[in-house]
């Protein structure tokens, strides 16, 4: 990526600092207990697992998970072909580039908050194909299709990236129970707003910048879908901004661990009992770093809204609904252009917002 554009150039005030604080408080969960006959025999032991999430998400809404059950051979095959692609000369890639007809593939002119990515990723659908408003406009019931598009090289690629999404769609499935039950509810409540799902996997690389303390690999950003988890190679460069002070802190790699954030959908459905959490991606100048997040997201027509069993007369619905597939779509299209005004977000839904003209756009009449 040689210099440093102007483009990638950080705020002044959302310019990484140098300096490093570990994040040591980020929660580390075993999920041990899930594969053990003894969560059977004694409901004590998943109840303290429960009671883990639990206070995770409402302290951090973000954790790590060891002993999950994702084979490692099947996450460093992954990463083995990921670094064979992105080492290819750019021509190379560009076969397999995305745009706005065909959102899957490979990109490296990607935008958050206006701002450049000092990246290059390539996404796929979980779903092949996966189902999404054919446009923007609420009145608009058309669907497409989006498929996912597959690089000559390396032959192997597609095969460990679908192998590792089955991994990871039984893992998302195991902790989206483990939410539900920490939230007080029936176990299979999420089942049912994934059985068409949206979610979609990205192979990121972050190359060496010679200007660190100007670009991020990732600007401050929350994750718009029900939950996000994470694989990071040991170069490490994830923050999370802390909820108790507000200071980015820095997620050390935990060997063989996933990291796990709630997202916005959960913070709705939650009614804000978890919060989803603003986090980025710093880089460095002198070792290249790959990581590889699972987006799960629901179904296009999911009606996103805060969960019956968790309002009350003395805790109302925080936001309106508004629909998944819409909003989805209008996200990817932002990643083509930089817009003259913020991405649509979570807040534009807020009750208190209800004039705001992006949510009266996406929203359900």
């Not at 697992?49 to 095959?77: M, T, Y």
């Not at 459905?269 to 880089?283: F, G, I, L």
Request: with cysteine; net charge negative.
């Amino acid at each position: 990526m040689g210099e440093v554009d102007p483009a990638f150039i950080q705020d002044l005030e959302h310019r990484p600092k140098l300096s490093i604080t570990q994040a040591e408080g980020i929660p580390l969960i075993d999920l041990s207990v899930l594969n053990s006959p003894d969560a059977v025999s004694d409901p004590s032991t998943l109840d303290s697992l429960v009671s883990e999430i639990r206070n995770a998400c409402r302290d951090w809404g973000f954790f790590q998970v060891i002993n999950h059950g994702v084979p490692l051979e099947q996450r460093q095959k992954l990463e083995k072909a990921a670094r064979k692609f992105f080492a290819q000369p750019l021509e190379a890639k560009l076969k397999v580039r995305r745009d706005e007809l065909q959102v899957s593939g490979y990109y490296d002119t990607e935008h958050t908050k206006n701002v450049r990515d000092w990246k290059e990723v390539f996404d796929f659908s979980v779903h092949n194909p996966t189902i999404v408003p054919a446009s923007t406009r609420p009145d608009d019931k058309e669907v497409v299709e989006w498929h996912n598009q597959w690089p000559e090289y390396p032959p192997e690629l597609r095969e460990a990236c679908e192998e590792y999404a089955e991994e990871l769609e039984k893992l998302s499935f195991k902790l989206m129970e483990l939410i539900a039950l920490s939230l007080g509810l029936p176990a299979d409540s999420f089942y049912g707003y994934f059985k068409e799902q949206t979610s979609f996997i990205r192979l990121n690389h972050y190359p060496p910048c010679p200007a660190p303390d100007l670009a991020l690999g990732v600007g401050r950003h929350k994750d718009a879908g029900a939950l996000t988890i994470l694989s990071q190679d040991d170069v490490g460069g994830l923050e999370v901004k802390r909820k108790s002070d507000g200071e980015w802190i820095r997620v050390r790699p935990t060997p063989d661990a996933f990291i796990i954030n709630v997202g916005d959908i959960i913070q709705v459905w939650s009614n804000e009992t978890y919060e989803s959490v603003e986090h980025r991606v710093m880089v460095n100048s002198e070792r290249e770093r790959f990581s590889i997040p699972f987006f799960f997201n629901p179904a296009h027509y999911t009606i996103v809204k805060p969960l019956e069993l968790l309002t009350s007369e003395k805790d109302p619905p925080r936001y309106k609904p508004y629909n998944w597939g819409k909003f989805f779509v209008t996200r990817k299209g932002s990643n083509f252009k930089k817009l003259d005004v913020e991405n649509i977000q979570i807040y534009h839904f807020k009750i208190s917002e209800l004039a705001d003209r992006l949510g009266e756009t996406l929203s359900v009449k």
